[in-house]
């Protein structure tokens, strides 16, 4: 097959810092696939002509990122299950005509936490969401659907917290960030959604000195690896797991929709994106 057959992309608005490209060429190469993954910037003005031409350019699809997955949302044609209920699409494909619009963050989200933290959803149970944006939205629909019955986000801005909730509607609620330490006292799960604790915007989103023994903390913020988060979750003994598994995890759908092939999320893969992110500290 002509590599022009096989084509994908990732857009954003600025896209220079997506690390996708590193992962897809990683599996095209290591697949032996003659296709190619490439880096778009496309500006929001320009968003919807750039899916227009899609088809005419050759693409099988391709992944979408901010600032422009509610933009894809609605313009996409049809959409999976999973962008229904998140409102944001980041994988596109081309299927009988008709451009289709998913979202693999909540099965990102769920498929890290089962390879590094196996057994983590098989009670459900109190799970507490820090965060009311749109990659909290996609988490607290993995939550869902892992069978967490009592999901509670918190966020700084409450309002946001509680018109979330209500949109998911039984057994999520949204809190203030004051009622965080009683909160966690018999959460199993702590998940970091928000931009605190990332590079640049250092700080603790939450204590995690009240949750129980048993419980396991995440962050989906992968730069640093250790956030604060995790740092102060790890000093008190509790199970942790970094969030770039999650942006691993989350390319695998698309890649097998594009180039036909499910690839896996192995420790080389993992290494070659650490090694960039050390690169660019
Ligand atoms: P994303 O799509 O990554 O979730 P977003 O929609 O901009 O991004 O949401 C960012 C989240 O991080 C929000 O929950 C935001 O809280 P507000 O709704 O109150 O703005 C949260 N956030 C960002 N900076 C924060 C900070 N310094 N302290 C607490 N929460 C913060």
Sequence with gaps: MAETDLKAFVCGHPIAHSRSPIIHGHWLRSHGIDGSYAPIDVAPADFVRFLSGLAAAGYRGGNVTIPHKEMAFASVQRRDQAAEQIGAVNTLWLEDGALWGGNTDAYGFAANLDHLAPGWADKGGTAVVLGAGG????????????????????????????????????????????????????????????????????????????????????????????TPLLAAAKARGLRTVDGLGMLLHQAVPGFERWFGVRPEVTPELRALIVADLDRKK
């Design 135 to 226: 990659a909290s939205r996609a988490i607290v629909h993995a939550l869902k659907q892992r069978g967490f019955d009592d999901i509670r986000i918190v966020n700084r801005t409450v309002g946001r917290a509680i018109e979330l909730a209500h949109q998911f509607g039984s057994g999520v609620t949204g809190h203030a960030q004051a009622a965080t330490t009683e909160l966690l006292t018999d959460a199993g799960l702590l998940v970091n959604t928000t931009a605190l604790g990332m590079h640049g915007n250092e700080g603790l989103p939450a204590d995690p000195s009240t949750l129980p023994d048993s419980a396991i903390v995440t962050d989906i913020v992968y730069v640093p690896l250790e």
